[in-house]
């Protein structure tokens, strides 16, 4: 583990639980409870190290009113980190497909962290409502961003 990867998560966090303070989980067994303290720490401590930062981040640029070019200036937040929170961020008029589409065919640091992250993302909301019309929409998503990491029998 690099110590950088350490600086950087410290900082994720911080910024996560500063952004996402007051939000409550909507849905699952959840409901009611603070977002950052269930499910941005599931989701953080479910990844490897070098994609633990994006993992706290990654929907502070969709849930919170933090942007891109802010998190940019964040200078303990590296390039790649950065890249894969704006690939895990889901454009507003961008069809869920799309989405999983792109970070599935997303090359280089960046699209590996944010494929580590989705995947635990949706695990993470697996075990907190598996049941529901989202399960048939996740189970798809996940059958393609671990083809990758399958292997041929």
Not at 25 to 53: C, E, Q
Request: proline fraction near 3%; charge should be negative.
């Amino acid at each position: 583990m690099k110590p950088t990867y350490i600086k950087e998560t410290k900082i994720a966090l911080q910024l996560a639980k500063q952004y996402h303070d007051g939000q409550l989980r909507a849905v699952g067994t959840d409901m009611g409870k603070p977002y950052f303290d269930t499910h941005i720490l599931r989701v953080t401590n479910a990844v490897s190290y070098r994609s633990r930062a994006a993992a706290a981040l990654h929907d502070i640029l969709e849930d919170t009113v933090m942007s891109t070019h802010e998190l940019a200036y964040v200078k303990e937040i590296r390039q790649d980190t950065i890249e894969a929170v704006d690939l895990l961020t889901q454009g507003e008029d961008e069809l869920y497909h799309n989405y999983i589409m792109r970070i599935h065919s997303a090359e280089g640091e960046a699209g590996n962290i944010a494929r580590e992250v989705k995947i635990a993302d949706l695990m993470d909301n697996f075990s907190t409502f598996p049941e529901g019309q989202l399960v048939p929409k996740y189970l798809a998503a996940l059958h393609v961003l671990t083809e990758p990491y399958r292997t041929k029998l």
